[in-house]
């Protein structure tokens, strides 16, 4: 019988990365999931056995086929149609992580893992390794305080990153990710102000068409998104966790008034911030 495991993490007060859950599976000969559509990332990393990926192209409406066995792992990514079928006679047994966040594809792309390319292959693989280690942490201590579970959050990021074959990170730091890194910080003090990417350019010395091609570039998102998601999540925090009015929030989050803010709001996330709040409130 399968022997399934899940565990959430209910906490969305962080927007680099939002981990939803984690788990662990050990399925029965020809055990399958979907067709599916997630609505965030799905990574599992395989411990043992082999089965199939198959990834529908949502334009070509090409199926893609993909067999995975231990040590390597694939990626859900959203809005794609998904099927995943454990082998018949050395079905696997995977641990897994559900996540988002404004730079989770980021990470993503330099650990070399798409909805183009969804499959994860090591360098070299191994039953002891820091991917497993920093796994297995979040599966033994599920209770553990947010700052721990997020920390080895991070490093299992690293551990994939260390270990890919398809790395894609540069080895030395670069005079656009100190820009890039820059601007965040600018974005992270000001965004409750009624801050433009002109203002961000102008903070980093450097041109506007120039900043938003190495941001864009580095972060897989134009700066004026990642803005209004980095505001957008800030809303969100305030919407459930105190009894600001909307038009305080929008105030708060740097919307000139609460028109723009529901608005852009309404956009991101499919429903009004009141609703939102209704749905997810914790006071």
Known sequence: MSDFKSYIFNNINYVDIILYQFGSERCDSLHSFGPTVKNHYLFHYVLSGKGKLYSI??????????????????????????????????????????????????YLTEIGISGKNPVYIPKEYNSENSIIDNFRFLLDNPSAPDSAILGHTYLLFYALLENSASNNM???????????????????????????VEDIAKWCNLDRSYFGKIFKSSMKTTPQEFLIKYRLSKACEMLKCNNASIKEIAELTGYPNQFYFSRAFKEVYAMSPRKWRNENKSF
């Open 57 to 106: 192209n949502d334009r070509t409406n090409k199926t893609s086929t993909y067999t995975i066995k231990a040590g390597e792992g694939f990626l859900l990514t959203p809005n794609i149609i998904n099927t995943y079928e454990a082998d018949k006679d050395d079905p696997w047994n995977y641990i897994w992580i559900e996540f988002e966040g404004l730079k989770a594809e980021r």
């Open 170 to 196: 540069n080895k030395a730091a670069t005079l656009q990710e100190f820009y890039v890194r820059e601007a965040i910080n600018y974005i992270e003090k000001n965004y409750d102000n009624n801050i433009s």
